[in-house]
């Protein structure tokens, strides 16, 4: 009851906001919701001048950190929101105004345990940056041949010391969860109006954005990000991930090498520091591509003030709160859907989605596939660096309201980051296609992990798996024996050793089965490599 009264309060307030940004749209809401569409034109102002996602996102603004994340996250729900307002929701600047330099010692002293003058040789009172959950200011580390009274370092070993340090806002994690309470009631409260928002899975995407902001406010998180994507990508010289400071990071502070660099949509910078956009454009294709596919775990928030060109013109990412992970078969998936639309193989895109389950069994694979050609036709008669396969796939999510396919939300965030990185790549020359670029690579990855050779192996891994997990299945088979026995179902000595023996026979059928299974594999594999 408590709940209800606070977050009614609180749906007032939002009201209001949205009211007075044009942003409720009771004309909209009249054939969905009736009731909430008359209420909404209570609180509606009249002539506020721009788009409704433009509107949307100024009164999401004006009602503070949670709601700006929530918008970026809205941004990725183009099948939720529509086109326009998505494209708008993306253009959300995630900027509040910076809290005291003095909140920020204290937080860095209590998680570090040390005064400010033993962590850092100087520390930039102002901070450079100002976001929802954190602010960043430069400073400067001793190195150990600083304290052995070695001061003369030339400008390399200067760099090697500059350190950009982010603090997390003092009381951030009680406004948020105050507000993630709100936003799971108020999904619960959609579905309760209209149960065809079932679909959209409205509680799985407040899930996301509150698993998003906890990865967020724990630095140390974020940290082993940066760590793992530096290790993807060591030895490649052109993608250069920010080395941590772990003796200087915790839970509320992070330490990470500055980045010095020219952000990537400065273009006429970028020439004149004498690199060539068009390479640049490359290395972040390539890179994207890489995290994408290669990996599985990829940079989800590459927006230009997250993405530099270092002093050697190569790409250098900051900020690695929001990261996306993907398996090994929706990587699989994408690139077969990918080739499949920019090679015009209709028929080959719908029958990805249903192999992998992503369209229910019953639906019409026919039906479908003129509905993948309804999107990808278009896409034939345009210019390469007019395709936009983010937009693509988001119009793939979209369409397939009508054939049951349930939202994925692992590729919700990879939609959006596929938008954001066209958006860089237009930047640096809207001549060139990023996913053109990338095509070579695609199609290479899709020889070595889709050939012949790769799926042998993922057949005898499945093998391997199934004979691992023998072992288990008896002990359970044995365990719930004895429970029937002792508790639900009595059953006499006799008939238990019975069902155990034959349990026993079948195990070893099963196991000459698998390793007959198993050898065929290994002899396809000797013919295949052979």
């Not at 007032?12 to 909404?40: K, N, Q, S, W, Y």
């Not at 068009?278 to 990996?295: I, P, W």
């Not at 790549?425 to 070579?440: C, K, Q, S, T």
Request: hydrophobic share 45%; net charge negative.
């Amino acid at each position: 009851m408590i709940r209800t009264i606070r977050n009614l309060a609180r749906l007032v307030v939002i009201m209001r906001t949205l009211g007075r940004h044009d942003a409720l749209f009771p004309h909209e809401l009249r054939d969905v919701a009736p009731g909430i569409a008359g209420f909404a034109r209570l609180f509606s102002a009249k002539g506020v001048p721009g788009r409704p996602g433009q509107r949307i996102a100024a009164a999401l603004r004006d009602l503070g950190p949670s709601f700006i994340k929530l918008g970026q996250i809205l941004s990725t729900r183009s099948d939720l929101v529509g086109e326009a307002i998505a494209a708008d929701l993306a253009e959300l600047q995630d900027k509040l105004p910076p809290f005291p330099t003095s909140e920020a010692r204290r937080i860095i002293e209590a998680e570090l345990g040390r005064p400010l003058e033993e962590i850092y040789e100087s520390f930039d009172e102002k901070p450079v940056a100002a976001a929802s959950i954190a602010q960043v200011h430069f400073a400067v580390v001793a190195t150990r041949r600083d304290r052995d009274g070695e001061h003369d370092l030339d400008a390399d070993d200067r760099r090697s010391r500059e350190v950009a340090v982010k603090v997390l806002r003092p009381g951030i994690e009680l406004a948020f969860r105050q507000d993630l309470d709100l936003f799971r009631w108020l999904s619960e409260l959609a579905l309760w109006i209209q149960p065809r928002f079932k679909r959209l899975r409205p509680g799985e995407v407040v899930q996301i954005f509150a698993d998003t902001v906890k990865m967020e406010m724990d630095l140390r998180m974020e940290a082993s990000a940066a760590s793992e994507l530096a290790d993807n990508f060591r030895g490649d010289t052109a993608f250069n991930v920010p080395r941590v400071d772990w003796d200087r990071t915790s839970q509320r502070v992070l330490t990470l090498e500055r980045i010095r660099g020219i952000k990537v949509d400065e273009v006429d910078k970028i020439r004149a520091a004498g690199f060539d956009p068009d390479d640049v454009l490359a290395q972040a294709s390539s890179s994207f591509f890489n995290q994408v596919f290669r990996d599985g775990f990829f940079h989800a928030d590459l927006h230009p003030g997250n993405l530099f060109v270092n002093e050697d013109g190569h790409i250098a990412p900051v900020d690695f709160g929001i990261m996306g992970r993907l398996d090994r078969a929706t990587r699989y998936y994408l690139a077969d859907m990918l080739l499949g639309f920019l090679n015009g193989d209709y028929r080959r895109v719908a029958e990805v989605h249903f192999q992998a389950g992503y369209v229910p069994a019953h639906q019409n694979i026919e039906t479908f596939t003129q509905a993948c050609r309804a999107i990808g036709e278009p896409l034939l008669n345009k210019p390469l660096h007019e395709i936009s396969i983010g937009r693509l796939l988001a119009q793939l999510l979209a369409v397939t309201e009508q054939f049951e396919m349930e939202t994925q939300p692992q590729l919700l965030l990879l939609q959006k980051s596929m938008l954001t990185a066209e958006g860089v790549g237009r930047a640096l020359n809207p001549d060139i296609n990023m996913w053109e670029l990338a095509r070579p690579l695609i199609e290479d990855w899709m020889r070595e992990n889709r050939g012949p050779e790769s799926r042998v192996v993922d057949e005898l891994e499945s093998v391997l798996n199934a004979l691992r997990t023998l072992p288990r299945v008896m002990r359970e088979a044995e365990r719930a024996t004895r429970m029937m026995n002792e508790h639900g179902l009595p059953l006499h000595p006799a008939t238990i050793e019975i069902l155990l023996d034959g349990f026993v026979r079948k195990r070893r059928r099963t196991i000459w089965t698998l390793w007959t299974v198993t050898m065929a594999v290994a002899l396809a594999a000797l013919a295949v490599l052979t």
